[in-house]
């Protein structure tokens, strides 16, 4: 057990930027986190006595690196506010939490366990065409629910790496998806605007106009949009592939993996290889090659440290998210 100066440090530096506030009126504070690696993916172990944790705009904008939560509660309850949705997390129930959004979990009376596994965003919404319910908690009456248990528990395995990124948007699909001119506020229209971007972005063919068809909106529309946010349909499109591509770069070195990126770039919808070359240069200041290999250095030092953040959030450090969340929305 740690005392929170070192747990809330513990949880920044694996889980980002999140500020806990504990309840003095428990006494004496103490909670426990430990890092774990199951199905490929690293999966922290919490136990938190009484405190409130909160994502908000401020640590979203700080943050170079985007991640799906997926929790799965242990002991006690967590009162979360996120995704529009305000939900009581008990024993045995999963909630995904998206880094890109703002949230809010409380813990009283008694202290709470959970897992939380760390999905890096880009894989997960990869081979999707909707975008994973955030907020929304599944049960043991889910078909799913089973399956997401054995993923994350003690004897989940590497081999079961590809099979999370497939089964977690499943479990927590959206059953409609309203057109971005059904949406009142701006703020959102261009949240789903980009949102469907990400998800048509390994498309070699997407287009202005298919965007434009897929969100219901005319060329002209969709142009407006961009320029509103001070950004260009294919500003973002590149940033949504750069972040595809980096997100399996640092999954790969996390592995100790050898990749063929040329492939890794094509799959993620570069159709030059030269052109992708200078933009990952031009935005993450270095060449790919730099990056992985940074990437799997950062990792055997982190290791040697016996560090509970074995990968740097970036290699090339103070560079902005590839696709940072509209600061608007939370």
Sequence with gaps: MICFDNWNSTL????????????????????????????????????????????????????????????????????????????????????????????????TGQPAAFLSAHLPRALVLETRREMPAAGRKINSAHPLH????????????????????????????NRTRPGVGSLGARKHRFRL??????????????????????????????QREFQEHGTTFTDCLTRARLAVVAAKLRHAARQDLRVPIAQIAYGAGFGDISHFNRVFRQQLGCSPRSYLSTCKLSGFLAQDANSLSPVPK????????????NPADG
């Design 12 to 107: 920044r530096a694996n889980c980002g930027h999140y500020y806990a506030t504990p309840d003095r009126a428990s006494g004496n504070w103490a909670g426990s986190f430990d890092l774990h690696r199951r199905s490929g993916i690293d999966v922290a172990e919490i136990r938190c006595p009484p405190a409130r944790i909160e994502r908000t705009r401020k640590g979203i904008l700080r943050d170079d690196q985007e991640h799906f939560f997926l929790l799965h509660q242990l002991e006690g309850e967590t009162s979360i506010h996120h995704a529009g949705c305000e939900t009581l997390l008990m024993p045995g129930e999963f909630l995904l939490l998206d880094s890109t959004r703002a949230a809010e979990l409380s813990i």
């Design 146 to 173: 089973a399956s997401l248990c054995g993923l994350l528990d003690a004897g989940g395995t590497d081999d079961n790496a590809g099979y999370i990124f497939e089964l977690v948007p499943l479990a927590f699909t």
């Design 193 to 222: 605007v980009r949102e469907t971007l990400e998800l048509l972005s390994a498309d070699p063919r997407l287009t202005l106009d298919t965007l434009a068809i897929r969100c219901g909106l005319s060329r002209r529309q969709l």
């Design 314 to 325: 970036t290699a090339s450090p103070g560079r902005a998210c590839l696709f940072q969340s």
